[in-house]
């Protein structure tokens, strides 16, 4: 199975509320020149990149926009809507009252698989002491944490909140749960791979913010940023897909994955094995 663990479905067909909320989830994801999709564009974009199913992200900064941008209900109707399709991660605003309950609800009665954070938004330090309950409930639940980490393209946001080595207290703290670190945590990779390999619950995904070609990109991150045989050898249980789309095309990166000659075991890992192993799910 082929999984893409990094989706924004913001301006997925059937969660559309029109303009005004269009124009905002356009300023909270600094995207601009897009329009909304159907969910019969997004089948067809899964099939020529040859994915069998998407991670749905929730996106809640209601400290910021007064709402949050995806509500975990949309993306759980997402999911109800096409589950041979999608999974959902949840999402919280820790600033906010009443984020307990709705995480909670999240886990327990919509059964979204993990939460989604973006720390450099909130300019919140993964050690900040309001996260610790955030982390205890994951645990208790059972559940992942996706960080974004490292560079942004979105509004009003500080890097240092989200570098790679500000995440090393809560693996070590915590071993049990399980850390998605994005983008690899670029431009940090090399502290990222570091972390991964001391710490085992430390994954990452591969949707680095690129600003060439996705190809180029990945081989300079896994021949000169990396060696290919870290990889092959060491870290290839803790890699995910992940796109970022909309930001960038899926299409492109899951070809561009496909050139960089790794293994067929390790291409098995990276699209798709560690990401069911990561939500915790058992037998596909």
């Keep these: 199975m082929f999984i893409d663990i990094h989706v924004h479905p913001n301006f997925y067909e059937g969660i559309d509320k029109g303009k005004e909320m269009f124009a905002l989830r356009q300023k909270g994801l600094n995207i601009h020149k897009n329009s909304i999709a159907t969910i019969q564009h997004v089948k067809n974009q899964m099939k020529c990149a040859g994915l069998d199913k998407l991670c749905l992200l929730a996106q809640d900064e ?3 926009y007064g709402q949050p941008l995806v509500s975990n209900q ?11 399709l999608f999974f959902g ?7 906010t009252d009443h984020w307990e309950e709705e995480l909670y609800f999240a886990f327990q009665e919509l059964h979204l698989n993990g939460l989604s954070l973006n720390l450099s938004k909130l300019k919140l330090y993964p050690t900040d002491d ?8 994951c645990l208790e639940e059972d559940k992942p944490i996706l960080f974004h980490c490292g560079c942004s ?8 909140y989200s570098h790679p080595l500000e995440f090393e207290e809560v693996a070590s703290s915590y071993p049990k749960l399980r850390i998605g670190l994005e983008h690899f945590g670029w431009p940090w990779v090399k502290d990222t791979a570091m972390l991964m390999l001391k710490y085992q619950n430390v994954y990452v995904d591969t949707a680095a913010l690129f600003f060439d ?3 180029e990109f ?8 990396y060696e290919w045989t870290w990889v092959e050898r060491s870290l290839r249980h803790q890699i995910m897909f992940g796109s970022d789309n909309p930001r960038f095309e899926q299409i492109r990166m899951a070809h561009a994955l496909d050139e960089l000659g790794f293994s067929k075991k390790t291409l098995d890992l990276i699209k798709g094995e560690n990401a069911m192993e990561f939500m915790g799910i058992k037998n596909g």
Excluded: M
């Design 213 to 215: 070609n996705a190809l």
């Design 89 to 95: 991660f949840a999402s919280v605003d820790p600033l």
């Design 218 to 225: 990945y081989r300079y991150i896994f021949t000169k940023e």
């Design 62 to 64: 209601s400290s910021l």
């Design 130 to 137: 309001r996260l610790q309950r955030l982390y205890e409930i």
């Design 153 to 160: 393209y979105e509004h009003d946001t500080v890097a240092k």
């Design 74 to 84: 949309e993306v759980a109707g997402l999911v109800n809507q096409a589950p041979e």
